[in-house]
């Protein structure tokens, strides 16, 4: 399984968004090939970040997460496509800010799985 070119080229020549709604449509169709991409909520994180009320400032990290985005849409790796006569491994991964998995069979990856933690989930951790 492999991302449609023409789709990538477009994300990949996309210039930076100057407001929320910009940033909305960019990670809108990043988003759709994040089962792509290893650690892709964790790369856009800062970039999540500035769809918050209030919180658009285009800043270094937001600059470093849209150009590190770009890069791995461009360089993703081909997934392979699942063979049910075989198991499958999932290895799982967290940190302070989010977590992850990939769906591995053989050496391949299948998918990838990413995600930051929301605010609402921080502050219940917080009070256990």
Not at 10 to 31: E, I, M, N, Q, Y
Not at 64 to 77: E, H, R
Request: with cysteine; aromatic share 14%; hydrophobic share 50%.
């Amino acid at each position: 399984m492999a991302m449609d070119p023409d789709k990538v080229n477009a994300l990949t020549s996309w210039p930076p968004p100057h407001s929320v709604w910009g940033l909305r449509v960019f990670l809108g169709l990043a988003g759709y090939y994040r089962r792509f991409i290893k650690d892709f909520g964790a790369i856009a994180a800062p970039l999540t970040q500035l769809l918050r009320k209030d919180s658009f400032l285009w800043s270094e990290a937001a600059v470093a997460a849209f150009a590190s985005l770009k890069q791995v849409l461009f360089t993703t790796p081909i997934l392979q496509l699942p063979d049910f006569e075989l198991s499958f491994v999932v290895d799982c991964d967290t940190s302070g800010s989010g977590f992850g998995a990939v769906l591995q069979q053989g050496t391949g990856a299948i998918a990838f799985f990413s995600r930051p933690f929301s605010p609402h989930h921080m502050k219940l951790a917080a009070y256990e």
